[in-house]
């Protein structure tokens, strides 16, 4: 799927003219030598472990997401509870999440897979994931398709998530900090509370195409075991 | 089918038009108020800011000064990772690449993430003449669409209606679109929201080939960020087989860590929030997981030549975050389509005269539709000095001089006498009947005096020589304008 010669020559005039216009750059400089003052903080203040937890459920929150806590053995029931008060029946979940979670719910479960097609998706009540790691100042949960989270889709189509969060090893404070701990080879999804808009007269407004409710579980201890 | 920006009037004829529609100045005058006050607060939070600001500005400058090599360096790892790198010179040649791109799939539809690069292509129309229709998939950008508008903000692009209009809207023109609108639809803002989300989800399930823009290209990895809010651009970004993404050059930052400057600067600054609610990174295609084709197409438009003008490249350095229009008091009482390009506000004022050239009494224009408050510098996140540019560009109007116009070193001559002198009639005496505004800049104008010429330059220096304009502040403006404005016939029009 080649755009035809135009390109090529397009490539050479583009950086052509790039070149040109950079004479007044000596020769000398190389890339990485313009300097980047990088004496901005790497977190916002020194929280002990807990403190930063209780950010990020805050801030959370602050964003209209329903925070839940549990220990991990409390996590099946939890699931089970929040998907019966939803009534949901038909649950999309990634190919890895561990089977007890979901064991005492009374749903259908929908394994993600890339022959589930976007309609099958969108006739789905619920998706249940784990996630890469959450962010407390931000009050965000990033997903990277691992295993336990599926493929980004399954997190967007049906209108109600279920993201489980392990406090005692995946949560940061900050930007920088996911930064580092993240693949960028991976797709990575970064959602900070439900989808929104405030594009009419600047009234928020939840959900136009994602999930209108987000509800995030945060867990102490490892439920992988389950 | 859409509105379109080509024959617009200059500046001041336009906002001289805007100003006079009382609801469109309502609108808009609650919406930049509510952001801005917002957004102090969201800065505030992080006690870092001046050196977040800082590092931001200098990552941009550190890309802008080596752009090829990290243009280069950006198109290897695209490549590696399984996308395919185009390069568009200018807007047409990028409107021929991706029409082609979606011909060759056989699709006549594409669904589209907000993008202000293919806004200033023009990319709806050159699809609409291939027998393509583009839906437009933001809320905001689907009311434009819907309402054959333009967008006036950066942000908001529908800032300018309300929700009745909305409404309005929405009933006349949804089913020629699609899905139409529900019955009896009210104008509560939720009730609109569900009424798009019912008419973009249809188009979602079906479409093989979206369009996208991107905020930033990572030289290093070869991942593309798509900033939002709704989830339209989760969708576009995942659902469909083909992506197609058209990025402006001076888009790309050289390496991944640097995504930590830019993700703290730009949702503060822009939605006022910590973060925004969505945020998707890809990195070339991914098996099972999104789109099976991934293009880049690289877009210059005008870019090089204004990085080829040192004092006005730091306009590249922008994050397209519109901090700098809802601070703006010349935006706040013209609206964004006054500016004549996807590009309104302070940032259209100094960007679109450098990406076309001053090549109309548009271009030339726009150097004056600022009251050079300074406000729009203090707010920018990656300290772009516009009033500075503007300064400069004013220069260039008035006395000519060398610029580079599609990469060829170019002199261009002084703005002509009259057309020059009636510019800055109108754009003055259209100020001047805005006395908040002028209060307001008289009071900033103190700091930035440094910025000011004694007079203005060129064929200029006769007109401001009879009028002590520039002069800052023996005599204030508006005493100024009270005493001298009786002789000069009709507002902004020069006898
Ligand atoms: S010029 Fe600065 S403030 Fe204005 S939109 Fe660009 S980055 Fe934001």
Request: aromatic content about 4%.
């Amino acid at each position: 799927m080649s755009s035809g010669p135009s390109s090529g020559s397009s490539r050479e005039r583009i950086l052509g003219r790039v070149r040109q216009a950079l004479a007044d750059v000596p020769p000398s400089e190389q890339p990485g030598e313009h300097p980047v003052p990088r004496d901005y903080a790497t977190q916002h203040g020194e929280h002990t472990h807990s403190a930063t937890v209780g950010l990020l459920a805050e801030n959370l929150a602050d964003y209209r997401a329903r925070v839940h806590r549990t220990e991990a053995p409390g996590l099946p029931a939890l699931l089970a509870r929040l998907l019966a008060e939803r009534g949901a029946r038909r649950v999309v979940v990634p190919p890895a999440l561990p089977d007890g979670w979901l064991a005492t719910a009374p749903v259908e479960l929908v394994r993600d897979s890339p022959a589930l097609t976007a309609r099958e998706l969108d006739s789905i009540d619920s998706v249940v994931t784990g996630c890469a790691l959450a962010i407390a100042e931000t009050g965000t949960v990033v997903l990277d398709a691992g295993p336990d989270q599926g493929s980004r889709r399954i997190t967007l189509v049906p209108d109600h998530h279920l993201c489980v969060v392990r406090t005692d090893d995946q949560v940061v404070s900050s930007v920088p900090q996911a930064l580092r701990r993240l693949a960028p080879a991976r797709p990575l999804t970064w959602i900070s509370g439900p989808s929104a808009t405030s594009d009419i007269e600047l009234e928020r407004v939840e959900g136009v195409h994602g999930p209108r409710t987000l509800e995030v579980i945060l867990v102490a201890g490892d439920p992988r075991e389950l | 089918m859409t509105g379109t920006y080509l024959g617009m009037p200059s500046f001041p004829r336009a906002a001289d038009a805007s100003t006079r529609d009382h609801r469109l100045r309502a609108n808009l005058r609650r919406a930049t108020h509510t952001i801005r006050a917002k957004r102090d607060r969201a800065v505030a939070e992080l006690d870092d800011w001046v050196q977040l600001r800082a590092a931001g500005a200098a990552v941009k400058d550190r890309t802008l000064r080596h752009l090829d090599h990290y243009l280069v360096q950006l198109e290897e790892s695209v490549t590696r990772a399984g996308g395919t790198v185009h390069w568009a010179a200018d807007a047409a040649e990028a409107n021929r690449i991706v029409t082609g791109l979606v011909l060759a799939t056989g699709e006549r539809e594409v669904v589209k993430v907000k993008s202000m690069a293919t806004q200033e292509t023009g990319l709806n129309g050159a699809l609409a003449a291939a027998g393509i229709r583009a839906y437009e998939t933001d809320l905001a950008e689907l009311i434009v669409q819907l309402g054959d508008d333009l967008p006036s903000h950066i942000l908001v692009p529908a800032i300018h209606r309300n929700r009745a209009e909305i409404r309005d809207i929405f009933r006349r023109r949804m089913a020629e679109w699609g899905l139409p609108a529900p019955e009896g639809l009210t104008d509560r803002p939720a009730d609109l929201a569900e009424a798009a989300r019912l008419h973009l989800r249809e188009k979602f399930l079906r479409a093989k080939v979206a369009v996208s823009g991107a905020n930033f290209a990572v030289a290093e990895t070869g991942t593309l960020v798509v900033v939002e809010s709704e989830g339209n651009g989760r969708m576009c970004l995942t659902l469909p087989e083909t992506l197609i993404s058209v990025v402006g050059i001076e888009k790309v930052v050289p390496t991944w860590r640097d995504l930590e400057i830019f993700l703290q600067l730009l949702p503060r600054s822009s939605t006022a929030e910590r973060m925004n609610p969505y945020t998707s990174m890809w990195t070339g295609t991914t098996d099972g997981d999104g789109p099976r084709a991934f293009h880049l197409v690289l877009l210059d438009n005008g870019r090089t030549d204004t990085l080829a003008d040192t004092t006005g490249r730091q306009a590249l350095r922008c994050i397209r975050c519109s901090a700098c229009l809802n601070v703006c008091p010349v935006y706040e009482r013209a609206g964004g389509h006054a500016y004549g390009s996807p590009y309104p506000g302070p940032i259209g004022a100094v960007l679109t005269p450098q990406l076309r050239g001053l090549a109309s009494p548009l271009e030339e224009s726009l150097p004056y539709a600022s009251s050079l408050c300074g406000a729009c510098f203090e707010a920018c996140p990656v300290a772009i000095d516009i009033p500075e540019v503007l300064v400069h560009l004013r220069e260039r109007v008035v006395e000519g001089g060398t610029v580079t116009l599609r990469g060829t070193r170019t002199v261009i001559k002084p703005a002509k006498r009259h057309a020059t002198e009636r510019t800055v009639m109108r754009a003055a005496g259209w100020a001047f009947d805005h006395p908040r505004v002028l209060r307001r800049g008289q009071r900033l104008l103190a700091r930035t005096r440094g910025l000011h010429p004694g007079r203005l330059p060129g064929p200029g220096r006769a007109w401001s020589d009879a009028r002590d304009l520039p002069e800052v502040p023996p005599e204030s403006f508006r005493d100024w304008w009270a005493r001298t404005r009786g002789g000069s016939g009709r507002k902004g029009e020069p006898s």
